[in-house]
Nanobody
Framework: QVQLVESGGGLVQPGGSLRLSCAAS????????IGWFRQAPGKEREGVSC????????YYADSVKGRFTISRDNAKNTVYLQMNSLKPEDTAVYYCATVVSSEITGWNEYDYWGQGTQVTVSS
């Protein structure tokens, strides 16, 4: 079965850290760029970060730049999102998604999604 499964979400205090994982099964991530997205209640889904498969190029939304780090481990068929210095406004359901490209593309090009993992930042 082809699927993406996110994990690692949870409740964390402001200033804390979490590492999200996006594990693929049924296909290899080696040839695909991967993006992380989030959707907060009442808000539209937004792109957070993405990573190419060709050369590991990365991109970050301004809201997370300097705090989040995306990485990939092709041997484990997994992409990670390390989130540091978390803020209450980072609270959202986080999704990973693939695009049929080895390069970073526009956010609306991603077309295969995981089920999401909840991240809540609160004291």
């Amino acid at each position: 079965q082809v699927q993406l499964v996110e994990s690692g979400g949870g409740l964390v205090q402001p200033g804390g850290s979490l590492r999200l994982s996006c594990a693929a099964s049924g296909f290899t991530l080696d040839y695909y760029a991967i993006g992380w997205f989030r959707q907060a209640p009442g808000k539209e889904r937004e792109g957070v970060s993405c990573i190419s498969s060709s050369d590991g190029s990365t991109y970050y939304a301004d809201s997370v730049k300097g705090r989040f780090t995306i990485s990939r481990d092709n041997a484990k068929n997994t992409v990670y999102l390390q989130m540091n210095s978390l803020k209450p406004e980072d609270t959202a359901v986080y999704y990973c998604a693939t695009v049929v490209s080895s390069e970073i593309t526009g956010w609306n090009e991603y077309d295969y999604w995981g089920q999401g993992t909840q991240v809540t930042v609160s004291s």
